[in-house]
């Protein structure tokens, strides 16, 4: 089990940061994957960044090069630096830890948090 609580969402104007927090209930070294997607109502949920437990990150085209994700090992926490943002990165932001093979048929097993509202003002 992982619990996994997120913070730092918030109002911010166009071309402001934010730094999202995601704490989880145990070791993210025992964590294969983890990531932010984001969601806004009629959309689906879509991948925003992810890491691996190795440090390989991953980005949706739409948040390269203003978006970052980094992790802290002795908070079992990972964060998403969001700067230049736009109105289009209005959503709630969801956390999300991703264990391979570790369900009863060897499934991946994913975990998600409560999730974030993020609000770009143009």
């Known amino acids: 089990q992982v619990q996994l609580v997120e913070s730092g969402g918030g109002l911010v104007q166009a071309g402001g940061s934010l730094r999202l927090s995601c704490a989880a209930s145990?070791?993210?070294?025992?964590?294969?994957?983890m990531g932010w997607y984001r969601q806004v109502p009629g959309n689906r949920r879509e991948l925003v960044a992810a890491?691996?437990?190795?440090?390989?990150?991953n980005y949706a085209d739409s948040v390269k090069d203003r978006f970052t994700i980094d992790r802290d090992n002795a908070k079992n926490t990972v964060y998403l630096q969001m700067n230049s943002l736009r109105p289009g990165d209005t959503a709630v932001y969801y956390c999300?830890?991703?264990?391979?093979?570790?369900?009863?048929?060897?499934?991946?097993?994913?975990?998600w948090g409560q999730g974030t509202r993020v609000t770009v003002s143009s």
């Open positions: 999300n830890a991703r264990l391979y093979r570790a369900g009863i048929l060897g499934e991946d097993v994913e975990y």
């Open positions: 145990r070791s993210i070294l025992s964590i294969d994957d």
């Open positions: 890491i691996t437990r190795g440090g390989n990150t």
